[in-house]
């Protein structure tokens, strides 16, 4: 049974910046596409930032120039480095690993909120 763990989120003012972690416990994920959505109040889920099992990554246009994805394939963990951060990031963010006719696993969501 694969579990994903999520950590890192919590409350940072305007501006600030936070940085996501997400763990998969099987390795059988290291080659996975990586990514993280994320779900503000009142909206639906939407993707942010997707990054392929070559490296190429892929940003929302809300999120480009102030989010980085990034992997480190052995554990293996996706990473979401979160800058200049603005009340409209606030949400919950979800990690994901995801491999062609395979089940997609998800974490279970961490908060984030950007308030002073």
């Known amino acids: 049974q694969v579990q994903v763990v999520e950590s890192g989120g919590g409350l940072v003012p305007p501006g600030g910046s936070l940085r996501l972690s997400c763990t998969a416990s099987?390795?059988?994920?290291?080659?996975?596409?990586m990514g993280w959505h994320r779900q503000a109040p009142g909206k639906q889920r939407e993707p942010i930032a997707l990054?392929?099992?070559?490296?190429?990554?892929n940003y929302a246009d809300s999120v480009k120039g102030r989010f980085t994805v990034s992997r480190d394939n052995p554990k293996p963990t996706v990473y979401l480095q979160m800058s200049s951060l603005k009340p409209e990031d606030t949400g919950v963010y979800y990690c994901?690993?995801?491999?062609?006719?395979?089940?997609?696993?998800w974490g279970q969501g961490i908060q984030v909120t950007v308030s002073s």
């Open positions: 994901y690993f995801s491999r062609i006719n395979q089940p997609t696993y």
């Open positions: 099987g390795s059988i994920l290291s080659s996975a596409a």
């Open positions: 990054i392929t099992s070559s490296g190429a990554t």
